[in-house]
């Protein structure tokens, strides 16, 4: 009986175990709609995505062995839209190529942080 016990128990004994691998640096990317308008992000790998007033939007994530990455080492380029009377959707920003500068950076933990893009009425066309 025992040894049946430690059998079923050693898989959980070492799955509680510390392994010894490098943390890994896990940074995520938003959109940040403080503009008075919806917005609507669009990218091929998620097609339409609206963006309401006050709202964020997840739009990728990057973990690294070394370091938090940069916006521009991400995503390839933002394009905003808005839909205008008739339904059609009208480009109001376009950012290409990415402007690192302009994201704002918060570390969440040691090991997570954020890039976020705050659009307001201010940067809209």
């Known amino acids: 009986m025992k040894k049946l016990l430690l059998l079923f128990m050693a898989p959980l004994l070492m799955a509680t175990q510390c392994d010894d691998e490098d943390p890994l640096f896990r940074t995520e990317y938003f959109i940040q709609n403080s503009s008075s308008v919806e917005l609507v992000y669009t990218s091929e790998t998620a097609g339409e995505v609206v963006i ?7 739009i990728a994530v990057n973990t690294n062995s070394d370091t ?32 690192n500068e ?14 976020t893009l705050v659009i307001t009425d201010i940067e809209l066309n």
């Open 52 to 58: 309401p007033v006050g709202q964020s939007q997840f």
């Open 68 to 99: 938090f990455v940069a916006p521009g080492s991400v995503v390839d380029e933002i394009q905003l839209y808005v839909e205008d009377s008739a339904g059609e959707l009208v480009l109001v920003y376009q950012q290409q190529p990415i402007e």
């Open 102 to 115: 302009v994201w704002t950076f918060e570390e969440l933990e040691t090991y997570d942080a954020q890039y």
